[in-house]
């Protein structure tokens, strides 16, 4: 069992930065691949980024790539996204998720936290 806390959401203008942070309870952390989605309003849960058990493989969305970051510290028990360049399409809430192996189908993902709420204005 993982419990998954979200945190570090707010509203910045475009062009500024954020870094979200994932916050996990539960001794088995280090064994789960970890995934960042954000689901807009009216819109799907959509793949944002990827990081495996050990932090040595990640997989980002085309729209994200070169501006996020998604990193890991298995002592911390914390997963990160770094967000550079925001655009206002990047609004949405943000979640990370637990899955077994890292993937960008959110099917696969067993654990999920609460989201918080990236807004980025023009």
């Known amino acids: 069992q993982v419990q998954l806390v979200e945190s570090g959401g707010g509203l910045v203008q475009a062009g500024e930065s954020l870094r979200l942070s994932c916050a996990a309870s539960?001794?088995?952390?280090?064994?789960?691949?970890m995934g960042w989605f954000r689901q807009a309003p009216g819109k799907e849960r959509d793949f944002v980024a990827a990081?495996?058990?050990?932090?040595?493989?990640?997989y980002y969305a085309d729209s994200v790539k070169g501006r996020f970051t998604i990193s890991r510290d298995n002592a911390k028990n914390t997963v990160y996204l770094q967000m550079n360049s925001l655009k206002p399409e990047d609004t949405a809430v943000y979640y990370c998720?637990?899955?077994?192996?890292?993937?960008?189908?959110?099917?696969?993902?067993?654990?999920w936290g609460q989201g918080t709420q990236v807004t980025v204005s023009s």
């Open positions: 998720a637990a899955a077994p192996a890292i993937t960008e189908y959110v099917r696969s993902y067993n654990y």
């Open positions: 539960g001794r088995t952390f280090s064994s789960y691949a």
């Open positions: 990081i495996s058990w050990r932090g040595t493989r990640t």
